[in-house]
């Protein structure tokens, strides 16, 4: 089966850190862009990271450079993305992507930064 598997959500407190992973299955991960993108409540998915296939060059959004770092392990065919000095801002729905295409989809973790 053709998938992305996510994993590592949860409640966290505003300053703290959580380790978000995507697992693929059926298809090679390292042959892919994949990224990042969140959904809040109310608002459009944005992207939020990601890495390019061609030169592994990673990129941020704006609101999380400098917290946020991106990665992969081609051999456990895992992407990750370890979040630090976490903001309630950051509270969203958080989706792994993998682009060909086709393009593959997690089906979401969830967020929550609050004290």
């Known amino acids: 089966q053709l998938q992305l598997v996510e994993s590592g959500g949860g409640l966290v407190q505003p300053g703290g850190s959580l380790r978000l992973s995507c697992a693929a299955s059926g298809f090679t991960l390292d042959y892919y862009d994949i990224g990042w993108f969140r959904q809040a409540p109310g608002k459009e998915r944005e992207g939020v990271s990601c890495i390019s296939r061609t030169d592994g060059s990673t990129n941020y959004a704006d609101s999380v450079k400098g917290r946020f770092t991106i990665s992969r392990d081609n051999a456990k065919n895992t992407m990750y993305l370890q979040m630090d000095s976490l903001k309630p801002e950051d509270t969203a729905m958080y989706y792994c992507?993998?682009?060909?295409?086709?393009?593959?989809w997690g089906q979401g973790t969830q967020v929550t930064v609050s004290s």
């Open positions: 992507n993998a682009g060909g295409p086709p393009t593959y």
